[in-house]
């Protein structure tokens, strides 16, 4: 996962860029970069760790220009380096190209191949390194609508792109609109966002979802558009909604915090528990946790607290601390939990591992009987359009029934939303949402194998 | 404020109170050190910063020995210098003394000017190193019980104290009892900690308070206890339930969240609401706002989202956002508030500015009416026990009406809670609380001005 | 000007190549890479400063493998960026091509013109990245002998370069020679190198050098070589004797410190001087001091102290410090310059202006008398094969007569080497070195305006 | 050995100061630190490492006002700590006393010691602390002129000290005035220097010496004396001139080069050599062969050249390099050394192991006999008064005949310059100087033990 940001015609183009990327930071921990435009130069700032670490007032200042574009980049094991980094930038015929790109192509391989037998040379493993190249094989110098046209057809899988060329700010989704992104205005400035909640923090107002199948061209003359050939399904990644996004967000024209409430209510509904007390895994149960305790009646009571300072790795101490990770992160209140039947809200279940730790913590801490309610499906299927799921080797829901899961986490009671309940709360139409993770069934042909796996063993 | 942790007996003392520390970094952010003692080697590791950001795992395996003590400190403003850091060391006859201390003497300056007519010099500002020139002047070598008796006999004011003399662990409270700390035990090893949440993590066991006036030796032979004079009343702070330990701590023998929840009962029975919603300031006010739902019926929501990457400063563009400070910290969620009639509980207010801010950014999100509900009384007094609260000057109470101050912030109603509601919902007779900084009565004598600023003033 | 280095067959290539590299530091201190082949893992460390602050044992250690090369670059203004560090990598085909480049080519721009009209990106302004281009768009897939030297013939200027091409080791020179690189031996181990000085350092032993237009392919099979069309010409840079290269290495098979000293005998004999002192601009005059105090007779003398800890610039104070950039690196000793005729011996005026503060300083500390003899001819005409003079109009010789540049200088008289003299001291006929600058004829067809400049501009 | 420097009446106080560290660098690279004075406030910037790195604008600008001092510091074993670091400060009846101190203490111990009994506690292990306890102790507030001798006449052994007392610089030298002290005046301001090569630098015109035995006090004022008790002898450290300052200083009002020179040349009369080139190792010995060749009128040449890059520890490959601490700070020239008879001056031999390295370096660069003159006698003593030489233990010069180290060193011959010799090329009468390192005699009496090894092992 990542996030992406961009900003046409402000003269705080990188400031509000960087603001926009803290805003984006939950898309991304990894590593960040922001490149600015000011008068045919191209400034660039970058690097591993998060956007607070990553820019201080002298390097933002550097970033001169009235356009900008950033990147926030997501931790997957093994492909985390420096070159790595996005936006990925290119010189190309004295101009220049950037590109932040959020999203999986799944024929990314098949197109690096045809261009390195015609000679193109590589610096990453990244797909916005293939679209640039591509962009660079076409005819026309401008990258006008023609040429990006043709060149996005040529992709498959999920995109969703935020670019510079030359000081032109475009942004543009694949045809099923896997990964959200919208556009605001602050003033006469453009900005282009994965998620509203980074137009909130600088004060831009919200216009539109950017749509499926649609390019954008923000310069001096205003937005111009342009549209992919249509596609007769949309393909929404639901899991922003269940986890990835920001509560305070609207992503695919709903607010998360609500969609999250009402995923608690239906699961209440669905799954009822004789419980003392509701709580979430905070923070990212929340909110499912408060709907289900709304329409269950039963209190909402915060049975852990979590610590803000959490940072680097901790060192173990040599004499045991039992479930030492999750107590970093999370501390059980004795007084509240003693002698209770508590009812844990989570908003999916990966491995188990986490849970498990956590219902230990939670046992020891008093709690006389812990049930579970999950606010989606099992999730039985690996994602091929950006969200970093483990292989389903690695996945609990294909490997055990909901019985084994329960007692593997240590459980009294463990119940999940169903397919159709979790679309009825979301209120749309299941042809509009990807839910490929929680029935196997993908919107597109999935890749064989993921490009990013063969070209980082090749490194 | 401060936080303190000492431990006697684990061959992982370092890494423990790294951990401690770690747990603790509610009580100060500013600084932190660790002192560890190995047969008569001592060594420190120190600096200005968090936590996580000062220790790594070279410098924790270099602080070696059985016996470490550790100090988080509070930014105050000005005195923030790599000199004050704690916790304080001195060589003395061939020894180590090391002290870490929670509190504010009242008699600091006196028992200084006293020492330097004498040819003390002094490296600091604090507190603690004047309790170290007390010690060094003393007649026996070796800080035993007597010593220690006849020096702490001197101070006045509040003080919680971890101390290191010689490879003994020695913790004190002052005989009002200020501050807290309490003693646990991890299998063989002692620990000592401002709050039992510093317990939690390690897996220690809380034993018990340190008890207002008593002093516990911790050596090879165990632990033993020696008593100051005893006073007629205690004074346990108590904004520490208000505001400043953490919800899943203990202090004063009580949980801070059931006791902050009860306070917002106690609110929603004096001072009801009709309103659509009630939500929290997050975080500190959610216990309160929850207690307050409860009682009052009224829905609990989460209005705002707070970012978890807050970090440095932000720097503010050009381009012109409102209540910028705010918003980096806590973003509304218009769906949520959107022509309600929202009802904020907050825990206290100082200057009124923070809540003025976040007021105006839930109007701007489209709340229909603001009232607000404060879980302590109006604050009208400075305090000279160690809440680093501004001068009377600075406090909006002592010079507005309650009505001038809902409108300074901006309201359509606010109501405290009464002193004597505080009272019962912690469940306390009155004279065991220090409740100064709410009636304006101290006590002990107050000093007239604190030895810090003038200390502070001639470095 | 810069270093390269490489290593074929060590199981410690990384580390002898960051010592490599430190030898050649005097070749480019701004910034510096290695790149080692480990069983087609390429791994790479670099960064902006010198070798000693960039490198540690972990990030050396973390550069496996058995082949290695590595760059360090000189800091000409402008074009000081971290995308230009070299050694530059790219991935193509599923495998890898390092290069690292000392020497500038005369038509990299039009190269670089026509790969982008075709489609190319580029990263850098490098003329390395445009060696990699033509190597990719060139048809066999190992970068074999026919392909490496098809795109070698189309390289105009000079170039001293050491690959890496899928763990082969390839070292190569223009056909002119114009800039040094050499062949060494460790054990079984190859080694190529700028400079012997850095074989000298790994107790390398030197074989001989790559001749003019000789292309080395180094891997398991050993050594095989191939040849570029001859020139009737060699064009070896006499600056390296003159000034570049250290003096305990041999470059173009000749001893530089023996040169330097025949070069300052020989200007003893044209240009003899009646004075009291011969002293030497430490450092790099001090091996045509020797040799023109051994010929005239005249004492030789450290007139200046060197300070070994000039680091950063230094501030300098309000109260002003006259010729303060001079002091900072040389003191005059005040008690060797008293009333005494001195003569100083130079190795190169380029502007003239730190001769003009270095000759006020010593007037200051006494001297009677101040002459200077230079041991080469004036510097008429700018570089393009890679010595980084400023252009015709900063140089100070094209535009003053000898006796106006005495006067600037603040000289009693001052007299230059004599071409003829010159290559008769360094024992060579005219048409083996290039002495363009001294005469203002080029070897080979000038470009119009450096391709580095207008790539700059664009950026 | 440190370095000290102070500056009274400059409102580039801190700058000054900073600059005449850097030229002081050569006699401490392991820590350094300012003091600055500004109407009351007292500011200070250290750390450990060298001048250059501790120190950048932002700090320097910020040690405002115009009195300042500091102090650079040798890397002793074991010793090399950040609470060691000098100049040493503390807060003393609402003023402040800061000292910078260059020297030996040998009742250091005994004084602590007493002072400990009274209740001192001590920070560190320097005996500049130690001072400062003695003045704080005595009675006046102001540390006037009777005060400060009280004091300085209790201390024993070596000490140049340069102190500054609430806005006054003092400067004082011992009664033997083992370490060098010199007064400079830069304008109106007023500076002190262990050195004459840190006035020069910033342009200050050197005044005197502060005489042995001599107290300055400057302020607004001016400078005002007094003097200790006097001693019937003086007793100055013979191995400044011969090793640690550096050539372009002046100490003990005579230039150090030419003294380098002129023991040379007294070497040459005593010890000639039948050779065919004279060599220095680079740097200490440059002075010392060129006076040796002069006199010898055997050819003076550069046979090992130095990086000047040379930083951190290198790591060494595991393809083991022969003396691979020589090689990477000094490579031979093999043109120069190839079959020659060649002749090393040394300035001294203290452990024979380095010369040892170097000579085996020399002779496998091909030279024929190599032959070591030393222009000092042996070191047979170990340095009670702050030169760091290693114990008797580790000296050479004790446990070996002359034979023995030639053989240990690798040498044809070895011959030291005479005790006569070099006072004779000093030019002073024996009871002038210290020569106890080559004689055993001791000006005052020694102390049984180092009381730094005492303090350090508490510690």
Redo the contacts between chains.
């Keep these: 996962m990542c996030g992406i940001f961009g900003v046409y015609g402000?003269?705080?183009a990188a400031?509000?860029t960087?603001?926009g990327l803290?805003?984006l930071?939950?898309r991304g921990e990894e590593s960040a970069g922001i490149i600015a435009y000011d008068s045919?130069?191209?400034r660039q700032c970058q690097g591993m760790g998060?956007?607070?670490?990553l820019f201080?007032?002298k390097s933002?200042k550097s970033l001169r220009g009235n356009v900008a574009l950033g990147h926030v980049r997501y931790s997957t094991t093994g492909s985390s380096s420096i070159e790595n980094i996005q936006p990925f930038?290119?010189?190309?015929?004295?101009g220049h190209?950037a590109i932040a790109h959020n999203g999986n192509l799944t024929n990314a391989l098949k197109l690096r191949r045809e261009m390195?037998?015609e000679?193109?040379?590589?610096?990453t493993t990244m797909d916005s390194e293939i679209i640039?190249?591509l962009l660079?094989?076409?005819s026309g110098r401008d990258c006008k609508k023609t040429t990006l046209l043709a060149t996005l057809q040529r992709l498959e899988g999920a995109y969703s792109l935020v670019m510079m060329v030359d000081g032109m700010l475009i942004g543009a989704r694949d045809p099923y609109g896997f990964r959200p992104l919208c556009i605001g205005r602050?003033?006469q400035?453009y900005v282009l966002a994965s998620e509203t909640?980074a137009l909130?923090?600088?004060?831009a107002k919200y216009i539109r979802d950017i749509e499926p199948g649609e390019i954008v061209f923000i310069d001096k003359d205003g937005l111009r558009r342009a549209n992919l050939p249509k596609k007769d399904k949309r393909a929404f990644c639901i899991f922003e909604h269940i986890y990835f996004a920001?509560?305070?967000s609207?992503v695919f024209e709903k607010?998360v915090?609500?969609i999250r409430k009402q995923l608690g209510r239906q699961l209440a509904k669905e799954a009822p528990a004789d419980c003392d007390i509701v709580m979430p895994i905070p923070?990212s149960g929340?909110?499912a946790a408060?709907g289900f305790a709304?329409e269950s009646k039963i209190?909402?009571?915060?049975g852990?607290?979590r610590?803000?300072?959490?940072?680097?790795t901790?060192?173990q101490?040599?004499?045991h601390?039992?479930d030492f990770k999750v107590?970093?992160k999370l501390?059980?209140?004795?007084?509240?939990l003693k002698g209770k039947r508590v009812l844990i809200v989570e908003d999916s279940i990966v491995r188990g591992t986490t849970s498990r730790s956590r219902v230990k913590t939670l046992r020891e801490a008093g709690a006389k009987e812990i049930h579970m309610r999950v606010s989606c499906p099992p999730i039985i299927s690996p994602c091929y359009y950006g969200i970093d799921f483990p292989t389903t080797k690695e996945l609990i829901a294909p490997k055990k029934t909901i019985r084994q899961i329960r007692d593997f986490i240590g459980l009294n009671s463990l119940k999940y939303l169903s397919l159709d309940g979790m679309l009825k709360a979301i209120g749309s139409p299941k042809r509009e949402f990807c839910t490929a993770c929680f029935s196997g069934v993908y919107p597109t042909k999935p890749p064989k194998r993921l490009s990013k796996d063969i070209l980082e063993k090749?490194?």
Tied chains: 1, 2, 3, 4.
Excluded: T, W
């Excluded at 501390?331 to 509240?336: D, G, L, S």
């Design positions: 402000s003269k705080d400031l509000l960087h603001l803290y805003a930071q939950h045919k130069k191209i998060l956007v607070n670490d201080d007032q933002l930038l290119a010189k190309h015929k004295g190209i390195e037998k000679g193109s040379i590589f610096q640039v190249h660079a094989r076409s602050l003033g400035a909640c909130d923090l600088i004060h920001r509560p305070d609207s607010n915090y609500m923070d929340n909110s408060l709304e209190p909402f009571e915060v852990m607290i610590n803000h300072y959490v940072g680097r901790f060192i101490p040599s004499q601390i039992r107590k970093v501390n059980p209140i004795r007084e509240v090749e490194n």
